[in-house]
């Protein structure tokens, strides 16, 4: 299937809480392959399954660093702490950039693709982007968290996830 359509806001799909994975099988792994492909092409920095149309809770991060490419599938937050205050943006609502408080530091288990547990610590911007589609899974979208929209010209290089 390769690059599938972004679902933009609003859409039913991106409001609701997503079902859990139960089964992981190749279906599942091509799925995270074009979910992979879907955020290059449209230049993110994660993705969330609703995001293209799918009710499931899969999820995507790729901050282009050494982590690589992080695969939630499942994903349940252990642990939060501390604050930050930045700019998000969303591949669901193009053009729209706000600040966003999240915690600075999350802690996460989720399931790879083979069905394998796994706990993944992260700080900074990547707890962000971590929380942010966490977010999408349960249907709340940055809209909901935006304290203050920002202009183009006080962004810069923020990612979409
Ligand atoms: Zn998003």
Redesign the pocket.
């Known amino acids: 299937m390769g690059v599938r359509k972004i679902v933009t806001y609003p859409a039913e799909i991106l409001e609701q809480p997503c079902e859990p994975v139960t089964v992981f099988d190749k279906k599942l792994a091509r799925f995270l392959d074009d979910m992979y492909e879907t955020m290059i092409e449209f230049d ?1 920095v ?3 399954a609703p ?1 293209v149309g799918l009710n499931k809770q899969i999820a995507i991060v790729d901050l282009d660093d050494e982590e690589g490419t992080i695969e939630l599938i499942n994903p349940e937050i252990v642990k939060v702490a501390g604050e930050q205050i930045g700019p ?6 193009p053009g729209l950039f706000g600040e966003v408080a999240r915690p600075f530091f999350v802690k996460v288990k989720a399931f790879d693709r083979k069905g394998k547990q796994y706990t993944i610590e992260a700080d900074d911007f990547l707890a962000r982007a971590l929380l ?2 966490i ?2 899974l349960h249907g709340i ?2 809209t909901s968290k935006i304290t203050k929209v920002l202009s183009e010209d006080e962004l810069e290089g923020v990612g ?2």
Do not use: R
């Open positions: 993110g994660g993705l969330a995001q998000e943006g969303c591949l669901s609502f942010h589609e977010d999408h979208l940055f979409d996830e």
